[in-house]
């Protein structure tokens, strides 16, 4: 079983950056890759991007490549999302998500979830 809680959303303006966290409990941690998925409001969940259980594999969703960057410390049994050059259309609830399958960008391929954390962007 893994628990997870997200923190380090909150309101922004454009153009602006925000890290985002993703903290585990559970010994299997460590050995699941974990995704960051986002939704707006009438929207459907979105993928953000993902991480391998070791760190060495990364996927990010088109309309964020290049300004999001996830990594992890398995140490901490945490999970970053580093956010930079924030869009109004970035704004949405964040959720991370934990699962066995691999970096995938399904939300089928995870089988734990956060309870999300807004991000608000302003223009």
């Known amino acids: 079983q893994v628990q997870l809680v997200e923190s380090g959303g909150g309101l922004v303006q454009a153009g602006g950056s925000l890290r985002l966290s993703c903290a585990a409990s559970g010994r299997t941690f460590s050995s699941y890759a974990v995704g960051y998925f986002r939704q707006a409001p009438g929207k459907e969940r979105e993928f953000v991007a993902a991480i391998s259980w070791s760190g060495g594999s990364t996927l990010y969703g088109d309309s964020v490549k290049g300004r999001f960057t996830i990594s992890r410390d398995n140490a901490k049994n945490t999970v970053y999302l580093q956010m930079t050059s924030l869009k109004p259309e970035d704004t949405a609830v964040y959720y991370c998500a934990a699962g066995p399958y691999g ?21």
């Open 103 to 123: 970096v995938v960008v399904e939300t089928l391929g995870y089988d734990y979830w956060g309870q999300g954390t807004q991000v608000t962007v302003s223009s």
